[in-house]
């Protein structure tokens, strides 16, 4: 079993910003995926940024010039440095990865429990 663990979720007025942070341990053998999605109310679950097999996913225009996605393979770990956030960035954050077990089992998809981030003034 695999856990991701989120932190750095909070309230910060707009043109504030956080950082979270997620650590996947467990039964890891390899991650080909790792990522961050968020949701909304009442919107879809959408991805914002990550590394997969074929390279670094694109941020979505909304948070371009605004969110870093950056990882620590040594630690299993990823970030995304947020700044100038605005009202529309408020929602929950997911981790999310893609995780093989020792000696190569089929990967899985596993996400950690999401983090609120709430812009207001």
């Known amino acids: 079993q695999v856990q991701l663990v989120e932190s750095g979720g909070g309230l910060v007025q707009p043109g504030g910003s956080l950082r979270l942070s997620c650590v996947a341990s467990g039964r890891i053998g390899e991650i080909f995926a790792m990522g961050w999605y968020r949701q909304a109310p009442g919107k879809e679950r959408e991805l914002v940024a990550g590394f997969t097999p074929i390279g670094f996913s694109d941020y979505p225009d909304s948070v371009k010039g605004r969110f870093t996605f950056s990882r620590d393979n040594a630690r299993n770990s990823v970030f995304l440095q947020m700044n100038s956030l605005k009202p529309e960035d408020t929602a929950v954050y997911y981790c999310?990865?893609?995780?093989?077990?020792?000696?190569?089992?089929?990967?899985?998809?596993?996400w950690g429990q999401g983090t609120q981030v709430t812009v207001s003034s």
């Open positions: 999310h990865a893609e995780v093989s077990g020792p000696g190569g089992t089929i990967p899985l998809d596993y």
